[in-house]
């Protein structure tokens, strides 16, 4: 009998050490979810930005901006009362550079992008009518997908630059006819991913009107770190 009760004691005890250790495993594995599932920012032909962004079930965000760094932090935190899981906001160009910012308080995890642009107020003085719009979206598996629209008889080039660790999309004068395009953009592990839009503006001289002179402007220039 003393047998049989120290056996049943030995069994409870190893099935409640079991049930707290797989509950501790459930609530570590189910505080480790990322709250973002994935965002995208977006310009259109206006120039006017704005981001989209797909939160995880359980989830709410609320936004600080941090005027030190002139940079719209997107506070994730879990939540039993979810409002919106989709969320859609504009986005202001300060002087002619933008910033956004995800903070995922579940993970400690944090997503930043850093956009050089045109401000809106002067884009149409310096806008070489090259890009109509253009949109980053993050993907579920570690890649970004940028989709954008150039206008007629631009032809585009895509470059990746060694030395500089940046995607380039060249943009020019062409006789092509495309003007949507899409692709697929890798992040290496621990390092920034960076793209530039490089438009080539071709000016004649003013000594002669044959002589051209090629410049490149580096607008928009995006960094997601």
């Given at each position: 009998?003393?047998?049989?009760n ?32 994935t ?30 760094t ?66 980053i ?43 949507s ?10 390092q ?7 438009n ?14 090629e410049?490149?402007i ?8």
């Amino acid at each position: 009998m003393k047998n049989y009760n120290l056996f049943a004691l030995v069994a409870s005890l190893t099935l409640v050490f079991t049930s707290c250790s797989t509950n501790e495993t459930l609530l570590t594995e189910e505080q480790s979810i990322d709250l973002l599932k994935t965002y995208t920012i977006n310009r259109d032909a206006t120039g006017a930005y704005s981001i989209d962004y797909d939160l995880n079930s359980n989830a709410t965000s609320e936004n600080v901006v941090d005027d030190s760094t002139n940079t719209k932090n997107i506070y994730l935190y879990s939540s039993d009362n979810q409002s919106n899981k989709k969320v859609t906001q504009d986005l202001v160009i300060n002087g002619t550079q933008l910033k956004v910012g995800f903070v995922d308080t579940n993970t400690d995890k944090s997503h930043n992008i850093t956009i050089t642009d045109d401000n809106l107020t002067v884009a149409r003085k310096t806008d070489n009518k090259k890009l109509k719009d253009y949109s980053i979206s993050s993907n579920l598996d570690g890649t970004y997908t940028l989709d954008f629209t150039v206008n007629n008889k631009i032809s585009v080039d895509f470059v990746y630059n060694d030395e500089l660790k940046i995607y380039e999309i060249h943009l020019e004068e062409g006789k092509t006819s495309e003007t949507s395009y899409s692709r697929v953009l890798e992040k290496e592990v621990g390092q920034p991913l960076k793209f530039d839009f490089v438009n080539h503006i071709k000016n004649n001289t003013a000594a002669k009107s044959t002589d051209i002179i090629e410049a490149t402007i580096r607008r928009p220039e995006v960094i997601i770190n």
